[in-house]
């Protein structure tokens, strides 16, 4: 099947759903009959479109189509009829035939029974039987495989409805095609090929006919269609009888639709091989190639392909097209269109660029709706002054006013005016013309070119004459012969001018005669103008002769010069008539051959008669005549010159003439000088499109001139692109109109005012007017003539005179702005402003005269062409020029100040501000800087300003011991600048301090770690993991708390039953006590034993202190108690601060005390003890530990500066040693007082320790070494991290230490490790921890037999094996020639081997790899040491007691504090016996003297002692004991102090307090 | 002193830290302080604050959302030191060690109003690559040793870093007092509503 007919059927059956069974449509497939009727249908659905189209689109198919249809029949002999158009059938189809066949069925039901009975006889019943097989075949040839009318329906592809249309054509013109057969009887064969085809109208055409042609009446419709038919198918009468019948068999047919299944074609299921269908489609469809095209198919031959990329041309990224695609593109476009437009030159698709951009454009979409409305939201945005970008701002530096134009516009004339009468217009004219004469012969060119003529004609005569000049012949020739041509241009000049000069005399005259008649011809005079021509007579005969010369002169030679050409012309005849001679015979020889040809080609003879252009045969030039020129000259000379004789006429044009007043001028010419009286005009000056002034409005004058001598002076901002003028004219009230423009030019800027000549500028303006009085009009033709002849058209036009210049300023300057901010467009103006023009050649010899004018002139300096110039001037001026001989270093420094400095100096706030940024101590923590300056206190600075002031200045107040005020000042200075050192220090970042990183771990570290992963996740002892330290950032009063946890006490001293009622409690802690060190064994109760079982020998309890804060614990009973409590003390940081540095640098010590409670009964009376228990609690001190701050809270931060080298050595030493036992300390540098790093054995070196110690007890070098410890333990202990807060440990030297008279462990360890060596030990410096210190220094003596740990800092020693040494760890040793880092299992000194030779044990610093380079010591050679003076400690005992005296009555402001001098005084005695014996055992001999003399006091006091630093320590130290709490009423108070000086001013003060109660 | 007018002015600022992108990492929290000058004192209000862990969302924005409040009010005399938040977020690494994730900080806004920030995040880099494997494999990446050293100029010239992630905060900036000690600090300051808001911050 064709894919053609499917689609038709397929469009057809939609319309058919409407009115045809599903029945019907299945039936009708099959049979090419059922088809037919049901494309009769269709076009009733579209009935309009059909008739329009139907004459065009049905044509042409048809006869085609016929063809195909008809040929199987093989009724050739229809071709005819068939050419005709098929309107007919269409048109009658009609538009109503639904309906129509609604009605014919309804007929056809009436008329079954009839006309059945008919059929039935006629037609054989077996139809649908002999329908089958035949059928298919036709189909096929019908349809299937004709080429022909494949072709014709690929052209009728898109119209499917017409195509249907043609189709249903076809059938009815089968139908039409039938009637010759009927005739004779069909055959059974015949009529069986028949009825394949279509269903046949023939057997009822007979019998249906009438009844049809019944019916005709009756269908409106259907003869409306057949009404439409005859004038176009007129002839074809049987045809449309036909077409009648048709439709009746057809509507017969309708009628047999009941028994549709009669008609039911059974057939087999259309197949098409797919072999032939791919044959078909092979023919219809192309399918391109996948195939990549090669190149030169893309390309027109022998072209290369051509890469613009490659040439480096940009070609933007073309759009990422797969290759196939482009493939497939590229053969359907070489298939489609031949042509290769669409190939580029490379070969490939032509492309635009990619237009997919990598961003979006569009605003990103915000997906929260407030931001789109954030988005959306109008922004304000404040006014901007505009400024045009064209138009340059003038004078950056200059102030805007300077420039000054200065327009001054005189007056105006019109040249036309509406209002211009007849004579008017001929006055103008006239003045125009005597204008014109005026400057014509102002310039008098027709003389000076006579003059000229005559001093060529005089140069020829003498260069012709050979005798005078003896230049050489060709020379003179060519001179001569150019003179000669330049004679004749300048005659030909002067001719013209002469003629011009008198034809405007002529026209002059002639005007003036018009306006002479005018003025007669109309009877008045409307302008005062006056021609009066005057003659000057001649000398009649010299002008004459002269006249005639010149004729003759002109006349020879024009004469010559057309010999000239004669001769040329001569010449190119003879040349010319050769040439035409050669040719005639040429000619006469062609013809002869020609004539032989003639009869072979007759035509061809004729179209060749002018090959070429006929040489005309030349004429010899005739001979000049020289009458006929001389008649030439004359002629022209008569026109255009004076004639000879004739006077000189002179036009004088004057305005003596009179106008004639009004009363005597007819009415029009009265209205139009009252026309003229009611205009006024005015100016207005538009400077760069705006305007900026107008003149004043002046009456419009009679003889059209306005005077208005007004000088405008434009002061400009910007530079001027335009200057107009604006000329308007006001008519009465009635408004102005705008006459026309006048464009001035901008003054070039040579021109300043008063050099500026008055201008002309003429306007015109294009404005009709028409005026119902005398006045001519403007743009209106007019005539002078009566009958309107020679009609002339004058435009409104005239002249400004004006001038503009640059204005002058007052001192001479021009006011014009500089040249370099003017145009390119004004270039031309500055070029022309060049120095030589200005000022003359001479003034460039001037260099002043130069500058001067450069300086005038505005030359633009940055200039390249003016770059010499300005070299040049400023070399030659400079030395008169003012040169500043000082240098400003930011000049503009004053313009930003806002407030003058001495008032930014009294500013406290910014002065607070500054201190702070500074970090000044004092303001360092400054919190909340005041926001004005009142409200900061005057207060604020006095300490600062006090220290500053006492810097220098020692003061002694505090300090009793002028020496110690001294060192206290010194140290004082050396700790602000190391504190200033570090400071600075600190805001230098190593990478360490910011950021935490883990090292590269070794092998074994890594390894480990590894094998960590398969550790267990919960072990069962977890270690604790450090945690890693987070300073608290805002931590207010409270928020630190000091947390002391007192677990237990060993070894309390009990009371001693004495004889007397009162205990004496011993002394209390082992730091008093136990000096027997040296026997290990040493400790342990002693005294327990003596006392009774059962008593309570002491009932001891802790007490912490700090920050005179007061906690204590519950109390214990027994010597050995155990409270496990914690303490917990509130803390507060100086100042608010609790930044590090600032907390390292509390100075608060926690002081722990015991006590013994005593409990005492009250009652004095033994009677109410029954009812009541009064007792009294006292406390007795026993002892104290101080622990300072700094070691509660200690970093410690070291600084590098000796030995690159060594200091290398030292930190893989330190990184080994850290490496392998992270918490022992190792020291191997420190820094000294000066900051500097010092390797730590250069601090050891034996010293000399004083005379005096030495020489005490010659005999005992056990005694001296104790002796010489509790001299260096006297020496004050001050922590390097209260002097150098939070940034290092500081080392002083021996000496310094001594100097100073304060220090911590590590000078104390330092000094006495000295002495011991100087002793003759072996001493070592012990670097560990102990308690209550920490990490800390002690030093390490050996002796005979066993090693003794010394505490530099008490001077007590201790064994090896001493459980209760102080020092619990140790790290290394230091040596004056080594280190040792201890590399033991262990480090409690308990537990380790102190012999240094062992390396396995001992890691030392300098070994074989590392030799010891002999480092030179820090230390001096020799410590001196000064006497103390006794009589001074004896004045500061004194002050010292009456001080704590007072203090103890200070502290006790609600009891009267009573003073047992005699107490007192025994105290007194006692104290220096302390003092020999250390603090040992003299107690037990004195108190029972004691007690002796005081008798019945119950004595409760105790002995402090301190190394002597300050005053306050011992106060504190008072305070702690607590003694002042007693309030018992008759209690008695004793109190003494002893000071012994030891050399270099080291005091040991002794207080001794004690209360007293008297028994009763 | 009361009728000289107020002595110190008042920033009130309340927001949330809203969300993060980091692309590569999930499972984070994120910690917050702030770092000021030394005329600045907290009035109210936490200073410091510690988030929950946050998955990534499961739609294509990946975004870490942790809408953790802030509240805090500050006074002050002086706007030298103004007080900037300073973020630090944390997440596990592969073997569950907890890593920080990127430092970043910014200033509280000047002007009242409704403001929204972005600050692009960073690490600290390892010295070396050998120290950057290690600390990857032992978990142990290097950090700041005070988050507050992102707020600060001082000694970052010795540091390397590497961008990694976006936190997106929201503030509602109220300040009382300040025009009254002579700070202007815009035109919104009068408009109480949500102004223009430019965004300094933004990464883009």
Same mark, same amino acid.
């Given at each position: 099947?064709?894919?053609?007919?499917?689609?038709?059927?397929?469009i057809?059956e939609?319309?058919?759903?409407?009115?045809?069974?599903?029945?019907?449509?299945?039936?009708?497939k099959?049979?090419?009959?059922?088809?037919?009727?049901?494309?009769?249908?269709?076009? !009733?659905?579209?009935?309009?479109?059909m008739?329009?189209?139907?004459?065009?689109?049905?044509?042409q198919?048809?006869?085609?189509?016929?063809?195909?249809d008809?040929?199987?029949?093989?009724?050739?002999?229809? %071709?005819?009829?068939?050419?005709?158009?098929?309107?007919?059938?269409?048109?009658?189809?009609?538009?109503?035939?639904?309906?129509?066949?609604?009605?014919?069925?309804?007929?056809l039901?009436?008329a079954?029974?009839?006309?059945?009975?008919?059929?039935?006889?006629?037609?054989?019943?077996p139809?649908?039987?002999?329908?089958?097989?035949?059928?298919?075949?036709?189909?096929e $040839?019908?349809?299937?495989?004709?080429?022909?009318?494949?072709?014709?329906?690929?052209?009728?592809?898109?119209? &499917?409805?017409?195509?249907?249309?043609?189709?249903?054509?076809?059938?009815?013109r089968?139908?039409?095609?039938?009637?010759?057969?009927?005739p004779?009887?069909?055959?059974?064969?015949?009529?069986?090929?028949?009825?394949?085809?279509?269903?046949?109208?023939?057997?009822?055409?007979?019998?249906?006919?009438?009844?049809?042609?019944n019916?005709? /009446?009756?269908?409106q419709?259907?003869?409306?269609?057949?009404?439409?038919?005859?004038?176009?198918?007129?002839?074809?009468?049987?045809?449309?009888?036909?077409?009648?019948?048709?439709?009746?068999?057809?509507?017969?047919?309708?009628?047999?639709?009941?028994a549709?299944?009669?008609?039911v074609?059974?057939?087999?299921?259309?197949?098409?091989?797919?072999?032939?269908?791919?044959?078909?489609?092979?023919?219809?469809l192309?399918?391109?190639?996948?195939l990549?095209?090669?190149?030169?198919?893309?390309?027109?031959?022998n072209?290369?392909?051509?890469y613009?990329?490659?040439?480096?041309?940009?070609?933007?990224?073309?759009?990422?097209?797969?290759?196939?695609?482009?493939?497939?593109?590229?053969?359907?476009?070489?298939?489609?269109?031949?042509?290769?437009?669409w190939?580029?030159?490379?070969?490939?698709?032509?492309?635009?660029?990619?237009?997919?951009?990598?961003? #979006?454009?569009?605003?990103?979409?915000?997906?929260?709706?407030?931001?789109?409305?954030?988005?959306?939201?109008?922004?304000?945005?404040k006014? @901007?002054?505009?400024?045009?970008?064209?138009?340059?701002?003038i004078?950056?530096?200059?102030?805007?006013?300077?420039?000054?134009?200065?327009?001054d516009?005189?007056?105006?004339?019109? $040249?036309?005016?509406?209002?211009?009468?007849?004579?008017h217009?001929?006055?103008?004219?006239?003045?125009?013309?005597?204008?014109?004469?005026?400057?014509?012969?102002?310039?008098?060119?027709?003389?000076?070119?006579?003059d000229?003529?005559?001093?060529?004609?005089?140069? +020829?005569?003498?260069?012709?004459?050979?005798?005078?000049?003896?230049?050489?012949?060709?020379?003179?020739?060519k001179?001569?012969?150019?003179?000669?041509?330049?004679?004749?241009?300048?005659?030909k000049?002067?001719?013209?001018?002469?003629?011009?000069?008198?034809?405007?005399?002529?026209?002059?005259?002639? @005007?003036?005669?018009?306006?002479?008649?005018?003025?007669?011809?109309q009877?008045?005079?409307?302008t005062?103008?006056?021609?009066?021509?005057?003659?000057?007579?001649?000398?009649?005969?010299?002008?004459?002769?002269?006249?005639?010369?010149?004729?003759?002169?002109?006349?020879?030679?024009?004469?010559?010069?057309?010999?000239?050409?004669?001769?040329?012309?001569?010449?190119?005849?003879r040349?010319?008539?050769?040439?035409?001679?050669?040719?005639?015979?040429?000619?006469?020889?062609?013809?002869?051959?020609?004539?032989?040809?003639?009869?072979?080609h007759?035509?061809?003879?004729?179209?060749?008669?002018?090959?070429?252009?006929?040489?005309?045969?030349?004429?010899?030039?005739?001979?000049?005549?020289?009458?006929?020129m001389?008649?030439?000259?004359?002629?022209?000379?008569?026109?255009?010159?004076? %004639?000879p004789?004739?006077?000189?006429?002179?036009?004088?044009?004057?305005?003596?003439? &009179?106008?004639t007043?009004?009363?005597?001028?007819?009415?029009?010419?009265?209205?139009?000088?009252?026309?003229?009286?009611?205009?006024?005009?005015?100016?207005?000056?538009?400077?760069?499109?705006?305007?900026?002034?107008?003149?004043?409005?002046?009456p419009?004058?009679?003889?059209?001139?306005?005077?208005?001598?007004q000088?405008?002076?434009?002061?400009?901002?910007?530079?001027?692109?335009?200057?107009?003028?604006? @000329?308007?004219?006001?008519?009465?009230h009635?408004?102005?109109t705008?006459?026309?423009?006048?464009f001035?030019?901008?003054?070039?800027t040579?021109?300043?005012?008063?050099?500026?000549?008055?201008?002309? +500028?003429?306007f015109?303006?294009?404005? *009709?007017?028409?005026?119902?009085?005398?006045?001519?009009?403007?743009?209106?033709?007019?005539?002078?003539?009566?009958?309107?002849?020679n009609?002339?058209?004058?435009?409104?036009?005239?002249?400004?005179?004006n001038?503009?210049?640059?204005?002058?300023?007052?001192?001479?300057?021009?006011?014009?702005?500089?040249?370099?901010?003017?145009?390119?467009?004004?270039?031309s103006?500055?070029?022309?402003?060049?120095?030589?023009?200005?000022?003359?050649?001479?003034?460039?010899?001037?260099?002043?005269?130069?500058a001067?004018?450069?300086?005038?002139?505005?030359?633009?300096?940055?200039?390249?062409?003016?770059?010499?110039?300005?070299?040049?001037? &400023?070399?030659?001026?400079s030395?008169?020029?003012?040169?500043?001989?000082?240098?400003?270093?930011?000049q503009?420094?004053q313009?930003?100040?806002?407030?003058?400095?001495?008032?930014?100096? %009294?500013?406290?706030?910014?002065?607070?501000?500054?201190?702070?940024?500074?970090?000044?101590?004092?303001?360092?923590?400054?919190?909340?800087i005041?926001?004005?300056?009142?409200?900061?206190?005057?207060?604020?600075?006095?300490?600062?300003?006090?220290r500053?002031?006492?810097?220098?200045?020692?003061?002694?107040?505090?300090?009793?011991? #002028?020496?110690?005020?001294?060192?206290?000042?010194?140290?004082?200075?050396?700790?602000?600048?190391?504190?200033?050192?570090?400071?600075?220090?600190?805001?230098?970042?190593?990478?360490?301090?910011?950021?935490?990183?883990?090292?590269?771990?070794?092998?074994?570290?890594l390894?480990?770690s590894?094998?960590?992963?398969?550790?267990?996740?919960?072990?069962?002892?977890?270690?604790?993991?450090?945690?890693?330290?987070?300073?608290?950032?805002?931590?207010?009063?409270?928020?630190i708390?000091?947390?002391?946890?007192?677990?237990?006490?060993?070894d309390?001293?009990?009371?001693?039953?004495?004889?007397?009622?009162?205990?004496?409690?011993?002394?209390?802690?082992? $730091?008093?006590?136990?000096?027997?060190a040296?026997? #290990?064994?040493?400790?342990?109760?002693?005294?327990?034993?003596?006392?009774?079982?059962?008593?309570?020998?002491?009932?001891?309890?802790?007490?912490?202190?700090?920050?005179?804060?007061?906690?204590?614990?519950? $109390?214990?009973?027994?010597?050995?108690?155990?409270?496990?409590?914690e303490?917990?003390?509130?803390?507060?940081?100086?100042?608010?601060?609790?930044?590090?540095?600032?907390?390292?640098?509390?100075?608060?010590?926690?002081?722990?005390?015991?006590?013994?409670?005593?409990?005492?009964d009250?009652?004095?009376?033994d009677?109410?003890?029954?009812?009541?228990? *009064?007792?009294?609690?006292?406390?007795?001190?026993?002892?104290?530990?101080?622990?300072?701050? &700094?070691?509660?809270?200690?970093?410690?931060?070291?600084?590098?500066?000796?030995?690159?080298?060594?200091?290398?050595?030292?930190?893989?030493?330190?990184?080994?040693? !850290?490496?392998?036992?992270?918490?022992?300390?190792?020291?191997?540098?420190?820094?000294?007082i000066?900051?500097?790093?010092?390797?730590?054995?250069?601090?050891?070196?034996?010293?000399?320790?004083?005379?005096?110690?030495?020489?005490?007890?010659?005999?005992?070098?056990q005694?001296?070494?104790?002796?010489?410890?509790?001299?260096?333990?006297?020496?004050?202990?001050?922590?390097?991290? +209260?002097?150098?807060?939070?940034?290092?440990?500081?080392?002083?030297?021996?000496?310094?230490?001594?100097?100073?008279?304060?220090?911590?462990?590590?000078?104390?360890?330092?000094?006495?490790?000295?002495?011991?060596?100087?002793?003759g030990?072996?001493?070592?410096?012990?670097?560990?921890s102990?308690?209550?210190?920490?990490?800390?220094?002690?030093?390490?003596?050996?002796?005979?037999?066993?090693?003794?740990?010394?505490?530099?800092?008490?001077?007590?020693?201790?064994?090896q094996?001493?459980?209760?040494?102080?020092?619990?760890?140790?790290?290394?040793?230091?040596?004056?020639?080594?280190?040792?880092?201890?590399?033991q299992? *262990?480090?409690?000194?308990?537990?380790?081997?102190?012999?240094?030779?062992?390396p396995?044990?001992?890691?030392?610093?300098f070994s074989?790899?590392?030799l010891?380079?002999?480092?030179?010591?820090?230390?001096?050679?020799e410590?001196?040491?000064?006497?103390?003076?006794?009589?001074?400690?004896?004045?500061?005992q004194?002050?010292?007691?009456?001080?704590?005296?007072?203090?103890?009555?200070?502290?006790?402001?609600?009891?009267?504090?009573?003073w047992?001098?005699?107490?007192?005084s025994?105290?007194?005695?006692?104290?220096?016996?302390?003092?020999?014996?250390r /603090?040992?055992? @003299?107690?037990?001999?004195?108190?029972?003297?004691?007690?002796?003399?005081?008798?019945d006091?119950?004595?409760?006091?105790?002995?402090?002692h301190?190394?002597?630093?300050?005053l306050?320590?011992?106060?504190e130290?008072?305070?702690?004991?607590?003694?002042?709490?007693?309030?018992?009423p008759?209690?008695?108070?004793?109190?003494?102090?002893?000071?012994?000086?030891y050399?270099?001013?080291?005091?040991?003060?002794?207080?001794?307090?004690?209360?007293?109660?008297?028994?009763? | 002193m009361a009728?000289?007018?107020?002595?110190v002015?008042?920033?009130?600022v309340?927001?949330?830290?809203e969300?993060?992108?980091?692309?590569e990492?999930?499972?984070?929290?994120?910690?917050?302080?702030?770092?000021?000058?030394?005329?600045?004192?907290?009035?109210?209000?936490?200073?410091?604050?510690?988030?929950?862990?946050t998955?990534k969302?499961?739609?294509?924005r990946?975004?870490?959302?942790?809408?953790?409040?802030?509240?805090?009010?500050?006074?002050?005399?002086?706007?030298?030191?103004?007080?900037?938040? =300073?973020?630090?977020?944390?997440?596990?690494?592969?073997?569950?060690?907890? =890593?920080?994730?990127?430092?970043?900080?910014?200033?509280?806004?000047?002007?009242?109003?409704?403001?929204?920030?972005?600050?692009?995040?960073?690490?600290?880099e390892?010295?070396?690559?050998l120290?950057?494997?290690?600390?990857?494999f032992?978990g142990?990446?290097?950090?700041?040793?005070?988050?507050?050293?992102?707020?600060?100029?001082?000694?970052r010239?010795?540091?390397?870093?590497?961008?990694?992630?976006?936190?997106?905060?929201?503030?509602?900036?109220?300040?009382?007092?300040?025009?009254?000690?002579g700070?202007?600090?815009?035109?919104?300051?009068?408009?109480?509503?949500?102004?223009?808001?430019?965004?300094?911050?933004?990464?883009?």
């Amino acid at each position: 099947m064709n894919p053609k007919e499917e689609k038709v059927k397929i469009i057809t059956e939609e319309f058919d759903e409407n009115d045809e069974d599903a029945g019907v449509g299945s039936q009708k497939k099959t049979s090419k009959m059922a088809r037919q009727k049901r494309k009769k249908p269709l076009p !009733a659905a579209g009935p309009e479109e059909m008739v329009s189209e139907n004459p065009h689109l049905g044509n042409q198919p048809e006869p085609l189509q016929e063809d195909s249809d008809t040929r199987p029949l093989s009724m050739t002999t229809r %071709r005819g009829p068939r050419s005709l158009p098929p309107i007919p059938s269409a048109s009658r189809t009609g538009f109503a035939e639904f309906s129509m066949r609604e009605r014919m069925r309804e007929k056809l039901q009436a008329a079954r029974s009839k006309a059945e009975s008919t059929l039935l006889q006629e037609i054989p019943t077996p139809r649908p039987r002999r329908l089958q097989s035949p059928g298919e075949k036709e189909l096929e $040839t019908e349809f299937g495989t004709e080429p022909g009318e494949e072709a014709q329906k690929t052209q009728q592809e898109d119209d &499917s409805q017409s195509h249907s249309r043609v189709k249903f054509r076809d059938s009815v013109r089968k139908i039409k095609t039938k009637p010759p057969v009927p005739p004779g009887f069909p055959s059974a064969e015949e009529a069986y090929n028949f009825f394949t085809f279509n269903f046949d109208p023939e057997p009822e055409e007979s019998e249906e006919k009438p009844k049809a042609k019944n019916r005709d /009446g009756t269908t409106q419709e259907e003869e409306e269609g057949e009404e439409e038919e005859p004038p176009v198918q007129g002839i074809h009468k049987t045809d449309e009888q036909l077409l009648i019948s048709a439709t009746e068999a057809e509507a017969f047919l309708w009628g047999l639709d009941h028994a549709a299944a009669d008609f039911v074609a059974v057939r087999p299921a259309d197949y098409e091989s797919a072999h032939v269908r791919l044959q078909m489609e092979k023919e219809l469809l192309f399918v391109p190639s996948r195939l990549t095209v090669p190149t030169y198919k893309k390309l027109p031959e022998n072209v290369q392909p051509r890469y613009l990329e490659d040439e480096g041309l940009y070609i933007g990224t073309r759009p990422d097209v797969p290759r196939t695609c482009q493939n497939i593109m590229e053969n359907r476009l070489l298939t489609q269109e031949p042509g290769r437009r669409w190939f580029g030159d490379d070969g490939r698709i032509v492309a635009l660029p990619n237009p997919i951009k990598p961003f #979006p454009s569009r605003p990103p979409v915000l997906t929260q709706e407030q931001d789109f409305r954030a988005e959306l939201e109008t922004l304000y945005k404040k006014a @901007v002054k505009y400024v045009h970008r064209s138009q340059h701002m003038i004078g950056s530096g200059d102030s805007p006013g300077n420039f000054q134009l200065d327009i001054d516009i005189s007056g105006l004339i019109f $040249t036309h005016h509406p209002c211009f009468s007849r004579e008017h217009v001929l006055a103008a004219k006239l003045a125009q013309l005597y204008d014109q004469y005026l400057a014509r012969h102002q310039r008098n060119k027709a003389k000076f070119l006579t003059d000229k003529l005559q001093a060529l004609r005089n140069a +020829v005569q003498t260069g012709l004459n050979p005798e005078k000049t003896h230049k050489s012949l060709d020379t003179t020739q060519k001179t001569i012969n150019e003179y000669k041509s330049e004679i004749r241009q300048t005659r030909k000049l002067r001719d013209a001018e002469q003629e011009k000069d008198r034809m405007l005399l002529k026209t002059i005259i002639k @005007v003036w005669k018009e306006m002479k008649s005018l003025r007669e011809f109309q009877r008045f005079t409307n302008t005062p103008l006056k021609l009066v021509l005057r003659k000057e007579k001649v000398d009649q005969k010299a002008d004459e002769e002269a006249y005639e010369a010149e004729i003759q002169a002109e006349i020879s030679e024009l004469l010559e010069e057309h010999m000239e050409e004669h001769e040329q012309k001569m010449e190119a005849y003879r040349a010319a008539y050769q040439q035409w001679k050669a040719w005639k015979k040429a000619q006469r020889a062609k013809k002869k051959k020609k004539k032989q040809a003639v009869e072979e080609h007759p035509e061809e003879e004729m179209g060749e008669p002018y090959p070429e252009e006929d040489p005309v045969k030349p004429v010899p030039p005739e001979p000049t005549d020289r009458a006929l020129m001389e008649h030439q000259v004359r002629e022209r000379a008569a026109r255009s010159r004076r %004639r000879p004789g004739e006077p000189l006429l002179v036009p004088e044009l004057s305005l003596a003439g &009179s106008v004639t007043p009004n009363e005597q001028c007819p009415r029009v010419e009265v209205l139009r000088r009252e026309d003229v009286k009611r205009r006024s005009i005015y100016l207005k000056v538009i400077f760069n499109d705006k305007e900026v002034s107008r003149t004043d409005s002046r009456p419009l004058g009679a003889d059209f001139r306005v005077h208005f001598g007004q000088i405008f002076n434009l002061q400009i901002f910007n530079w001027p692109e335009s200057l107009t003028l604006q @000329v308007y004219e006001t008519v009465g009230h009635s408004g102005t109109t705008l006459l026309a423009e006048v464009f001035l030019p901008i003054p070039e800027t040579t021109i300043v005012t008063g050099r500026a000549p008055i201008e002309e +500028v003429e306007f015109s303006s294009n404005q *009709h007017v028409t005026l119902d009085h005398e006045g001519v009009g403007s743009g209106m033709p007019f005539s002078f003539e009566a009958d309107g002849s020679n009609q002339l058209i004058l435009m409104t036009s005239g002249k400004v005179s004006n001038s503009v210049a640059w204005a002058i300023g007052e001192n001479g300057i021009p006011l014009i702005p500089p040249l370099s901010q003017q145009n390119i467009g004004f270039r031309s103006a500055l070029k022309r402003a060049d120095a030589i023009s200005s000022i003359g050649t001479s003034g460039l010899t001037d260099l002043k005269k130069l500058a001067k004018w450069a300086a005038e002139s505005k030359l633009d300096p940055n200039d390249p062409n003016n770059a010499p110039l300005m070299q040049l001037i &400023s070399v030659a001026t400079s030395g008169e020029s003012y040169v500043p001989d000082f240098f400003r270093l930011e000049q503009l420094q004053q313009e930003f100040n806002f407030v003058s400095d001495e008032e930014l100096n %009294r500013s406290k706030r910014f002065r607070l501000l500054c201190l702070r940024s500074q970090e000044v101590p004092e303001f360092r923590n400054y919190k909340q800087i005041p926001a004005y300056d009142r409200e900061i206190m005057e207060k604020v600075f006095q300490d600062y300003e006090k220290r500053l002031r006492d810097r220098n200045v020692i003061e002694t107040k505090d300090h009793i011991d #002028p020496h110690r005020a001294m060192v206290a000042k010194y140290l004082q200075q050396v700790r602000e600048s190391v504190i200033n050192r570090f400071l600075i220090a600190k805001h230098h970042f190593l990478l360490s301090d910011l950021i935490v990183e883990e090292e590269v771990p070794n092998i074994s570290i890594l390894g480990l770690s590894l094998f960590k992963l398969a550790e267990q996740k919960r072990p069962l002892r977890p270690r604790r993991k450090g945690r890693k330290k987070v300073t608290a950032q805002n931590l207010s009063d409270g928020d630190i708390k000091v947390l002391v946890n007192i677990i237990r006490a060993y070894d309390i001293p009990v009371r001693k039953p004495t004889a007397s009622k009162f205990q004496q409690p011993s002394r209390s802690s082992r $730091t008093f006590s136990e000096k027997h060190a040296a026997s #290990p064994t040493t400790h342990s109760p002693t005294h327990s034993a003596d006392y009774p079982l059962g008593q309570v020998l002491v009932r001891p309890f802790v007490e912490v202190s700090f920050q005179r804060t007061i906690c204590h614990t519950t $109390t214990a009973e027994g010597p050995n108690p155990s409270w496990n409590e914690e303490l917990e003390l509130p803390f507060r940081a100086p100042n608010g601060d609790y930044s590090t540095s600032s907390l390292q640098s509390v100075k608060d010590d926690v002081f722990i005390n015991i006590f013994d409670e005593v409990l005492y009964d009250v009652l004095e009376d033994d009677r109410e003890r029954g009812s009541g228990i *009064h007792t009294r609690i006292e406390r007795h001190w026993l002892g104290c530990v101080k622990i300072p701050f &700094s070691t509660i809270y200690f970093q410690a931060k070291f600084d590098s500066q000796e030995d690159e080298k060594l200091l290398q050595a030292t930190e893989k030493f330190q990184a080994e040693c !850290a490496l392998k036992f992270p918490h022992r300390q190792c020291l191997t540098t420190v820094t000294d007082i000066s900051g500097k790093t010092v390797f730590i054995t250069r601090y050891l070196k034996p010293l000399n320790p004083p005379q005096e110690l030495l020489e005490a007890c010659p005999n005992n070098p056990q005694a001296t070494a104790e002796l010489v410890a509790r001299y260096v333990s006297l020496i004050p202990f001050l922590p390097d991290t +209260v002097s150098f807060a939070g940034i290092c440990d500081l080392w002083s030297t021996s000496d310094q230490f001594l100097d100073l008279l304060a220090g911590d462990e590590e000078e104390h360890a330092v000094l006495l490790c000295n002495y011991f060596l100087s002793l003759g030990k072996k001493a070592w410096l012990v670097m560990g921890s102990a308690i209550p210190e920490g990490p800390t220094a002690y030093v390490l003596t050996r002796e005979q037999s066993h090693y003794l740990i010394w505490n530099p800092c008490s001077g007590h020693f201790y064994g090896q094996f001493d459980t209760f040494c102080p020092l619990k760890s140790v790290g290394c040793l230091i040596g004056p020639d080594n280190i040792w880092f201890n590399i033991q299992r *262990h480090d409690s000194p308990l537990r380790i081997n102190f012999d240094v030779t062992k390396p396995k044990l001992w890691k030392s610093f300098f070994s074989r790899s590392l030799l010891y380079p002999g480092l030179s010591s820090v230390q001096p050679e020799e410590l001196i040491y000064q006497r103390t003076d006794k009589a001074a400690a004896a004045e500061l005992q004194d002050r010292i007691e009456k001080i704590l005296k007072e203090k103890i009555m200070d502290w006790r402001p609600r009891h009267l504090t009573r003073w047992n001098r005699y107490c007192t005084s025994a105290l007194r005695h006692f104290l220096p016996l302390l003092e020999r014996s250390r /603090g040992e055992d @003299v107690e037990d001999d004195h108190r029972g003297e004691l007690l002796k003399q005081l008798g019945d006091y119950r004595f409760s006091g105790f002995p402090l002692h301190m190394p002597y630093s300050e005053l306050k320590p011992l106060i504190e130290a008072v305070y702690s004991t607590g003694v002042h709490n007693i309030d018992v009423p008759n209690v008695e108070f004793a109190l003494a102090v002893y000071i012994h000086p030891y050399p270099k001013n080291v005091l040991s003060v002794w207080i001794y307090v004690a209360s007293l109660i008297r028994n009763r | 002193m009361a009728a000289a007018g107020p002595s110190v002015f008042l920033l009130m600022v309340n927001g949330q830290v809203e969300s993060a992108q980091f692309p590569e990492y999930d499972d984070l929290y994120c910690k917050y302080c702030f770092v000021y000058g030394q005329d600045w004192a907290p009035t109210a209000g936490l200073e410091e604050g510690i988030s929950q862990i946050t998955s990534k969302s499961q739609d294509v924005r990946q975004a870490l959302v942790w809408n953790f409040p802030i509240d805090v009010t500050f006074k002050s005399t002086n706007p030298y030191g103004w007080p900037q938040i =300073v973020l630090s977020v944390y997440g596990p690494d592969v073997f569950g060690n907890d =890593v920080v994730r990127g430092y970043g900080a910014v200033h509280l806004p000047f002007s009242p109003g409704r403001h929204k920030r972005t600050i692009p995040m960073f690490v600290p880099e390892s010295t070396s690559k050998l120290q950057k494997f290690t600390s990857w494999f032992m978990g142990r990446r290097p950090e700041y040793t005070d988050p507050k050293v992102v707020a600060q100029g001082e000694g970052r010239e010795v540091t390397r870093v590497r961008s990694q992630g976006f936190v997106t905060l929201l503030f509602n900036v109220v300040t009382k007092d300040m025009r009254k000690l002579g700070y202007d600090t815009g035109p919104s300051d009068t408009q109480g509503v949500s102004g223009p808001s430019p965004p300094p911050g933004r990464p883009l």
